[in-house]
């Protein structure tokens, strides 16, 4: 839970394949807010008023925020050319992540590294919501962002006074009283194969002391003019409009240029400047060949990478998903074969917007065929890049298939499990598949061998059930795909999935005891330990967070349970009835036990297992409780019923008694409490019928035992 961070950002716990942050030379989103003190802004009013507005969008437990707003360059910058300076730029400190408490910003509470409001000049607005941060598609903290009265974005990075500053000279200001600009375009840029189809909008913007109230705009096609549209309207300064023109289709590369030509029927642009923006497209090159690798060279933080392939209808042919590069500053290779002509997509992740070089290491990556030429490189991009190709006349591959699953971490179970192995398949050849030969090994030896038989179409995805296995130790399964469709598979890459089986460990005590040590921020962990049913018989650690609060980042050390900071909290656990019994441990934060460490052990002192480290938002581990409470083990006791069960006002315990015996029967609690005596007598043999009164205990899990002072017996009893 560590808290202190050495990057220069703190990332969100987002997923990285959502909406980068806004690319500079956006049109900013407006938004109404009101600070702490009761005050509203509107940022399109102040921009309108011709002053550029500096935005810090930070978070209070974020390292680096803390740090730069502990050089107070933004206090300065807003005391020289704020509303008490010149009054030419704005200050505004957006908390940027919702589930911080306002309380925080004063320094209270957990989640924050001290009093953001003293000695704060400018206007600080708690975005509780979330709805400021999500039109800005922040990703990480702080993000420092420049506007321009035209209401144009660029970040700037955690730069000093003079440099934020000076981006304010890049600003287009209004000049004259007819001039109008193009300062954006929406619609296809970049490469695209075969042909590609356009909707080509831009956006025109008064930069005009006058009213705007009509214009023309000419649309250019590798210089020749295609098209042209007369806007009218009535535009303030630096007000925008939207022009689309018609819809049209490219097979080459083409420069498109929009051009304003006339303003307010004038062709008197008094700044020409702006009158022009050039978009470029390109036709994606095309190969002949089948197979091809992919390289990588990691930066020093590789687990933020991740990268797919598909085709051009979106399916989805190769992937590495963000964390399964580990190793900084490393070449990694894969084999990607494609198994007949179309256009293809690759596109690579980075979940910290910084690309792969070269800011932290100087990552790269490329494609290239088996005579080593590069189809495409890279390195420098933000969240990601996008590189189509296409592969045309090429020779084909028929009998490919792939394992798309991917099973990471180990499955625990208790005492014989069977299992039914069950592999996604796709078809990366170009026809179809009806026939493939599985093998399954344990630890490389050979357990069985199958064919499957159906159809799967190229590019499609079926599910295959394999033969069910009974496990009953250890094992390390590799299921591998080697035939298709009676033929060897052409390309061996993806074609087996491992899957480790570990047996939980076993005590026959009913006595656990649980160690643990928490970190800086005890007051983050809950945990909890589960029947085979599902049902919760202990837990501890603040209730606020509970089973579902990893990474919600919602707890405060006030809270009920809490536990203190670098403590250690010992609880001993009676478990009423053999059960396979499930441990979580969860992190309210989402980033597990620095330093701490969770050890269950048995009434023997036998350690059953261990959870440490950074595990992220939760743990898990599994323990078999096999207790002695087979009716082999009170030799005279049999045919034992409890009924109904789960009951409401009562609840009847049957049994048979061969002979003789005193019995102890008892009602407990989870904890192993006992709450009620039903009866401690000497039974005669025969059948007996004992009434349990539960109209009067709260609702739950609980569990009768019968102790003939050698042997014991449990029953589990769930009152509604």
Same mark, same amino acid.
């Given at each position: 839970?560590?808290?202190?961070?050495?990057?220069?950002?703190?990332?969100?716990?987002?997923?990285?394949?959502?909406?980068?942050?806004?690319?500079?030379?956006?049109?900013?989103?407006?938004?109404?807010?009101?600070?702490?003190?009761?005050?509203?802004?509107?940022?399109?009013?102040?921009?309108?008023?011709?002053?550029?507005?500096?935005?810090?969008?930070?978070?209070?437990?974020?390292?680096?925020?803390?740090?730069?707003?502990?050089?107070?360059?933004?206090?300065?910058?807003?005391?020289?050319?704020?509303?008490?300076?010149?009054?030419?730029?704005?200050?505004?400190?957006?908390?940027?992540?919702?589930?911080?408490?306002?309380?925080?910003?004063?320094?209270?509470?957990?989640?924050?590294?001290?009093?953001?409001?003293?000695?704060?000049?400018?206007? @600080?607005?708690?975005?509780?919501?979330?709805?400021?941060?999500?039109? !800005?598609?922040?990703?990480?903290?702080?993000?420092?962002?420049? @506007?321009?009265?035209?209401?144009?974005?660029?970040?700037?990075?955690?730069?000093?006074?003079?440099?934020?500053?000076?981006?304010?000279?890049?600003?287009?200001?209004?000049?004259?009283?007819?001039?109008?600009?193009?300062?954006?375009?929406?619609?296809?840029?970049?490469?695209?194969?075969?042909?590609?189809? @356009?909707?080509?909008?831009?956006?025109?913007?008064?930069?005009?002391?006058?009213?705007?109230?009509?214009?023309?705009?000419?649309?250019?096609?590798?210089?020749?003019?295609?098209?042209?549209?007369?806007?009218?309207?009535?535009?303030?300064?630096?007000?925008?409009?939207?022009?689309?023109?018609?819809?049209?289709?490219?097979?080459?590369?083409?420069?498109?240029?929009?051009?304003?030509?006339?303003?307010?029927?004038?062709?008197?642009?008094?700044?020409?400047?702006?009158?022009?923006?050039?978009?470029?497209?390109?036709?994606?090159?095309?190969?002949?060949?089948?197979?091809?690798?992919?390289?990588?060279?990691?930066?020093?933080?590789?687990?933020?990478?991740?990268?797919?392939?598909?085709?051009?209808?979106?399916?989805?042919?190769?992937?590495?998903?963000?964390?399964?590069?580990?190793?900084?500053?490393?070449?990694?290779?894969?084999?990607?074969?494609?198994?007949?002509?179309?256009?293809?997509?690759?596109?690579? *992740?980075?979940?910290?917007?910084?690309?792969?070089?070269?800011?932290?290491?100087?990552?790269?990556?490329?494609?290239?065929?088996?005579?080593?030429?590069?189809? !495409?490189?890279? =390195?420098?991009?933000?969240?990601?890049?996008?590189?189509?190709?296409?592969?045309?006349?090429?020779?084909?591959?028929?009998?490919?298939?792939?394992?798309?699953?991917?099973?990471?971490?180990?499955?625990?179970?208790?005492?014989?499990?069977?299992?039914?192995?069950?592999?996604?398949?796709?078809?990366?050849?170009?026809?179809?598949?009806?026939?493939?030969?599985?093998?399954?090994?344990?630890?490389?030896?050979?357990?069985?061998?199958?064919?499957?038989?159906?159809? @799967?179409?190229?590019?499609?995805?079926?599910?295959?059930?394999?033969?069910?296995?009974?496990?009953?130790?250890?094992?390390?399964?590799?299921?591998?795909?080697?035939?298709?469709?009676?033929?060897?598979?052409?390309?061996?890459?993806?074609?087996?999935?491992?899957?480790? !089986?570990?047996?939980?460990?076993?005590?026959?005590?009913?006595? %656990?005891?649980?160690?643990?040590?928490?970190?800086?921020?005890?007051?983050?962990?809950?945990?909890?330990?589960?029947?085979?049913?599902?049902?919760?018989?202990?837990?501890?650690?603040?209730?606020?967070? =509970?089973?579902?609060?990893? =990474?919600?980042?919602?707890?405060?050390?006030?809270?009920?349970?809490?536990?203190?900071?670098?403590?250690?909290?010992?609880?001993?656990?009676?478990?009423?009835?053999?059960?396979?019994?499930?441990?979580? %441990?969860?992190?309210?934060?989402?980033?597990?036990?620095?330093?701490?460490?969770?050890?269950?052990?048995?009434?023997?002192?036998?350690?059953?297992?261990?959870?440490?480290?950074? !595990?992220?938002?939760?743990?898990?581990?599994?323990?078999?409780?096999?207790?002695?409470?087979?009716?082999?083990?009170?030799?005279?006791?049999?045919?034992?019923?409890?009924?109904?069960?789960?009951?409401?006002?009562?609840?009847?315990?049957? *049994?048979?008694?061969?002979?003789?015996?005193?019995?102890?029967?008892?009602?407990?609690?989870?904890?192993?409490?006992?709450?009620?005596?039903?009866?401690?007598?000497?039974?005669?043999?025969?059948?007996?019928?004992?009434?349990?009164?539960?109209?009067?205990?709260?609702? =739950?899990?609980?569990?009768?035992?019968?102790?003939?002072? %050698?042997?014991?017996?449990?029953?589990?009893?769930?009152?509604?």
């Amino acid at each position: 839970m560590k808290k202190t961070f050495t990057l220069y950002v703190c990332l969100l716990l987002t997923l990285h394949y959502a909406t980068a942050q806004l690319p500079n030379g956006s049109v900013v989103p407006d938004f109404t807010a009101t600070d702490i003190e009761g005050n509203t802004w509107n940022l399109y009013d102040i921009l309108t008023q011709g002053k550029e507005v500096i935005l810090d969008v930070s978070a209070t437990w974020c390292g680096p925020c803390w740090t730069y707003h502990n050089t107070h360059v933004l206090s300065d910058i807003y005391n020289t050319y704020g509303p008490n300076g010149t009054d030419e730029i704005m200050v505004l400190f957006i908390e940027g992540d919702p589930s911080t408490p306002v309380d925080a910003l004063h320094g209270i509470g957990g989640g924050t590294l001290g009093d953001w409001v003293k000695d704060t000049p400018y206007p @600080i607005i708690d975005d509780a919501d979330g709805s400021i941060a999500s039109a !800005f598609n922040i990703t990480y903290f702080p993000t420092i962002y420049h @506007i321009c009265p035209n209401l144009i974005i660029n970040e700037t990075g955690q730069a000093d006074a003079n440099t934020l500053v000076a981006f304010g000279d890049d600003c287009q200001r209004a000049f004259g009283a007819n001039n109008a600009g193009i300062i954006r375009y929406e619609g296809f840029a970049g490469t695209f194969c075969q042909t590609a189809s @356009i909707l080509p909008t831009t956006t025109l913007q008064n930069l005009g002391t006058d009213n705007l109230s009509s214009a023309s705009v000419d649309l250019l096609l590798n210089g020749q003019l295609v098209e042209t549209k007369d806007w009218t309207g009535d535009l303030t300064t630096y007000q925008l409009a939207e022009v689309t023109f018609s819809e049209f289709s490219i097979d080459q590369s083409t420069e498109m240029s929009f051009v304003v030509t006339t303003v307010n029927g004038t062709t008197n642009d008094e700044d020409t400047s702006n009158n022009q923006l050039d978009i470029s497209t390109l036709l994606a090159p095309d190969y002949q060949e089948n197979l091809y690798t992919f390289e990588i060279l990691t930066d020093e933080y590789p687990t933020e990478t991740s990268w797919e392939m598909r085709t051009s209808d979106g399916i989805l042919l190769y992937s590495i998903a963000q964390g399964t590069y580990t190793n900084a500053s490393t070449n990694y290779q894969h084999q990607v074969a494609l198994p007949s002509d179309g256009c293809f997509e690759f596109t690579i *992740f980075d979940s910290a917007n910084d690309g792969i070089c070269c800011g932290y290491g100087n990552g790269r990556y490329r494609l290239i065929d088996q005579q080593n030429n590069v189809i !495409f490189q890279g =390195g420098e991009f933000t969240s990601s890049a996008a590189r189509p190709f296409e592969l045309a006349e090429s020779a084909g591959i028929n009998n490919n298939a792939s394992i798309r699953s991917s099973i990471v971490e180990p499955i625990h179970f208790c005492g014989d499990m069977e299992y039914i192995p069950q592999v996604s398949v796709q078809n990366i050849g170009a026809q179809a598949i009806e026939t493939i030969h599985f093998e399954v090994m344990d630890n490389s030896t050979l357990v069985y061998e199958m064919d499957w038989q159906g159809s @799967i179409a190229p590019y499609a995805t079926q599910t295959v059930d394999l033969q069910t296995l009974t496990l009953s130790n250890n094992a390390e399964l590799s299921i591998h795909l080697t035939q298709v469709n009676g033929a060897d598979d052409v390309y061996t890459t993806y074609n087996s999935v491992d899957v480790q !089986f570990i047996k939980a460990p076993q005590t026959l005590t009913n006595t %656990l005891q649980l160690s643990l040590s928490t970190d800086d921020y005890g007051y983050e962990l809950y945990w909890q330990l589960t029947d085979d049913s599902g049902d919760v018989v202990a837990s501890g650690g603040n209730t606020t967070v =509970g089973p579902d609060g990893g =990474g919600q980042r919602v707890a405060s050390d006030t809270d009920p349970g809490a536990y203190g900071n670098n403590t250690t909290i010992t609880e001993t656990i009676e478990v009423p009835y053999s059960s396979c019994y499930d441990f979580l %441990l969860v992190d309210d934060y989402g980033d597990g036990l620095e330093v701490g460490q969770a050890v269950m052990s048995d009434e023997n002192g036998a350690e059953l297992f261990r959870l440490s480290g950074n !595990f992220g938002t939760e743990a898990q581990s599994r323990v078999d409780v096999a207790l002695s409470v087979s009716t082999d083990e009170i030799e005279a006791l049999n045919q034992v019923k409890l009924f109904p069960n789960p009951a409401k006002e009562q609840s009847t315990l049957s *049994f048979h008694l061969t002979e003789k015996t005193h019995l102890d029967i008892g009602l407990f609690n989870v904890l192993g409490q006992r709450i009620e005596n039903i009866n401690t007598t000497n039974f005669l043999p025969g059948l007996h019928n004992l009434t349990i009164n539960t109209s009067k205990i709260y609702p =739950g899990i609980y569990f009768i035992l019968l102790n003939d002072g %050698l042997n014991k017996q449990s029953m589990k009893l769930i009152v509604h």
